[in-house]
């Protein structure tokens, strides 16, 4: 059975950082991309960042460039999220995800196979 379990999320003021973490079990970590994705109250799923299953490359959707970075530790089954500058709008429920195709490194979600809870992330102005 996959499980991703994110972890790390919570409150913090405007300007300040967390780190989100998302261990997976289950399925092959190291062949798998994964992806953050988040979604806040009556929006639409927002692609955030993807690193491929190497750690190589990465991906960010526009908002999020130059303050978020994306990595991952294929000995841990883990992939990190460091959210750095944090703005109001950047609260949503963070979810990370995981598409088995190693070749793609991608912005949809309709691409991941594998889907964890999500953590909420509450950025105060």
């Known amino acids: 059975q996959v499980q991703l379990v994110e972890s790390g999320g919570g409150l913090v003021q405007a300007g300040g950082s967390l780190r989100l973490s998302c261990t997976a079990s289950g399925l092959t970590f190291s062949r798998c991309a994964m992806g953050w994705f988040r979604q806040a109250p009556g929006k639409e799923r927002e692609f955030v960042a993807a690193?491929?299953?190497?750690?190589?490359?990465?991906n960010y959707g526009d908002l999020v460039k130059g303050r978020f970075t994306v990595s991952r530790d294929n000995a841990k089954n883990t992939v990190y999220l460091q959210m750095n500058s944090l703005k109001p709008e950047d609260t949503a429920v963070y979810f990370c995800?995981?598409?088995?195709?190693?070749?793609?490194?991608?912005?949809?979600?309709?691409?991941?196979?594998?889907w964890g809870q999500g953590t909420q992330v509450t950025v105060s102005s």
């Open positions: 995800a995981a598409d088995t195709n190693i070749f793609r490194l991608s912005s949809y979600d309709y691409d991941y196979d594998y």
């Open positions: 690193v491929s299953w190497r750690g190589s490359r990465t």
